[in-house]
């Protein structure tokens, strides 16, 4: 998935393309089944859309870790958005945004940031779309 670039403006067309693009590969390649991972609003979407529509075993991983805590300070995706202003600011370096990065986002799964990733998730929930959570 590409982010922050212009290109975004096709956010929409994108999760269909996602579906069809996984449907294709399923298909061509005549896979039993697919364990798929989705971490964005975008694959979120495209991965339910693609599980209702082909008749094989699947599997939608969407769940992700909760944010760590760096230097005593729990930190999440919003923390990262400021971060990149900082850096451009000069309050922050470069290898401390990565390092706040790795912790805000650290792992596949819905997304941190609690948006329409996670909306996206939970309606799949509730349609028992995703692989059963293991607490």
């Known amino acids: 998935m590409g982010m922050n670039h212009a290109e975004m403006r096709y956010s929409l067309v994108s999760r269909e393309l996602i579906a069809d693009s996984i449907e294709a590969v399923m298909y061509a390649h005549a896979y039993d089944g697919l364990i798929g991972f989705a971490g964005c609003d975008k694959t979120l979407f495209g991965h339910p859309a693609r599980d209702v529509r082909i008749n094989r075993h699947r599997c939608s991983c969407t769940r992700g870790r909760p944010s760590r805590s760096v230097r005593g300070r729990d930190v999440g995706i919003v923390d990262v958005y400021e971060g990149v202003g900082r850096v451009y600011s000069g309050e922050l370096k470069e290898s401390e945004l990565l390092e706040l990065e790795r912790c805000s986002i650290p792992t596949l799964g819905s997304c941190a940031g609690q948006f329409t990733a996670n909306t996206m998730a939970?309606?799949?929930?509730?349609?028992?779309?995703?692989?059963p959570a293991r607490q």
């Not at 939970?122 to 692989?131: I, Q």
């Open 122 to 131: 939970m309606v799949a929930e509730v349609l028992a779309l995703p692989c």
